[in-house]
């Protein structure tokens, strides 16, 4: 078998093509929770706290700052100049645990609503079985006078 064929049949493998679904769903998933978490709930905690919330100005430069440069975190970081920027870390930080944990709350309500589906499909009765059609009797009835 030859390395194209073996990379056709990898590459048209279900397995593959699920992951690749999986892959671009999950960028375009990615959007709306960032969206959801800088468009929706982090303008509430700000309006909850009396302000926006933005730690990325809180750091201790660890270097010299050139002439000329403004003292905020943007500038200080065009210019080049090291910092230990423990602020930003802790925005990413909070943003992070508020997307974890809007993803696990969508995850347990797919979770309810499959559940409550599959118990839906259970508690569905069964269908009464088809009735016997009379051949099939007679050809259990000339088979049981056979065993005798």
Same mark, same amino acid.
């Given at each position: +078998?030859?390395? %194209? ?7 048209? $493998? ?31 905690? #700000? ?17 010299h ?9 943007? #500038?200080?970081?065009? #210019?080049?100049?090291? +910092? ?7 925005t ?5 645990? %508020? ?10 309500? +797919?979770?309810?609503? $499959? ?8 508690? #569905? ?11 099939? +009797?007679?050809? $259990? ?8």
């Amino acid at each position: +078998m030859s390395i %194209i064929s073996e990379f056709k049949e990898f590459a048209v $493998r279900g397995n593959v093509m699920d992951l690749a679904v999986g892959v671009i769903i999950g960028g375009a998933f990615g959007k709306i929770v960032d969206s959801m978490v800088g468009d929706i709930i982090m303008p509430v905690i #700000a309006f909850i706290t009396g302000g926006g919330i933005d730690f990325s100005n809180l750091f201790i430069v660890l270097g010299h700052i050139p002439e000329g440069v403004n003292r905020t975190y943007d #500038a200080l970081k065009k #210019a080049g100049v090291p +910092m230990f920027a423990y602020g930003n870390f802790f925005t990413i930080l909070l943003n992070f645990i %508020i997307l974890a944990f809007v993803i696990f709350q969508l995850v347990k309500l +797919m979770n309810k609503i $499959r559940l409550s589906a599959e118990n839906e499909a259970a508690a #569905a009765p069964e269908p009464a079985p088809a009735p016997i059609s009379e051949e099939v +009797m007679l050809l $259990r009835e000339i088979r049981d006078n056979l065993k005798k």
